[in-house]
């Protein structure tokens, strides 16, 4: 079965500091891979989506990158956090059979 | 810029009383998905239509779909207690992968 890891889980970081966020997926492979940012008490905004190896497309223009060095694995980075950088992120995959995206358990970030 | 709105933005109902959201979205889909949130988790998939289908169940959930005025509804049938939780739509736009954009999401909280 697949499953979805998403770590760290929690990170408080100071403005100007680095940032790297990890998800890696099991049990299938060439998945459709997402990042999204979550404000509190908020939907959800797609930041970057990846259909392979290196192929990264990005939503919004800001400060943070995405990369997928592996098949199962996306990073999202920062150089230098901004306060405007909380919240909370969210890997997914998506089921190409079915459209269905599975989510991780999410990274909360507060910058202070 | 999001894709789907859900109203009412928060809806409060006591157990055992049906609960109704509705979703609008602004382009056109190949199908739409209905997600729950509980406090600080990841999303969970509940239903999936696709655009030719009109109308959807698994158990007691109901999901409706109006192509032709761009809007759903999710129906949750005799609420419990354990259905607090954000609930949100998402469409996919096709666009040589599959973004998918979620709407800010309906809290629904139900008094035991």
């Known amino acids: 079965s697949q499953t979805i890891h998403q770590w760290p889980a929690t990170l408080v970081q100071p403005v100007g500091s680095p940032l790297s966020l990890e998800c890696t997926v099991e049990g299938t492979s060439n998945p459709n891979l997402y990042w999204y940012r979550q404000a509190a008490g908020r939907g959800l905004q797609l930041l970057f989506y990846s259909v392979g190896i290196g192929q990264i497309s990005s939503e919004v223009p800001q400060n943070l990158s995405a990369s997928r060095p592996q098949d199962r694995q996306f990073i999202l980075s920062s150089k230098k956090l901004l306060l405007s950088d909380s919240g909370f992120y969210l890997c997914?995959?998506?089921?190409?059979?079915?459209?269905?995206?599975?989510f991780g358990e999410g990274s909360r970030l507060t910058v202070l | 810029s999001q894709q789907g709105e859900e109203d009412p933005q928060a809806l409060s109902i006591q157990e055992g009383e049906n609960a109704t959201m509705n979703c609008s979205y602004k382009t056109s889909i190949n199908n739409l998905q209905w997600y729950r949130q509980n406090s600080g988790r990841g999303l969970v998939h509940l239903i999936l239509?696709?655009?030719?289908?009109r109308e959807k169940h698994s158990g007691r959930l109901r999901v409706t779909l109006d192509t032709s005025k761009k809007s759903s509804s999710l129906l949750i049938t005799a609420s419990r207690a354990a259905d607090t939780a954000s609930y949100f739509c998402a469409t996919d736009l096709n666009t040589g992968g599959f973004k998918t954009i979620f709407g800010a999401g309906t809290r629904l909280f139900v008094k035991a």
């Open positions: 239509i696709r655009s030719n289908e």
């Open positions: 997914a995959w998506r089921q190409a059979s079915s459209g269905e995206l599975f």
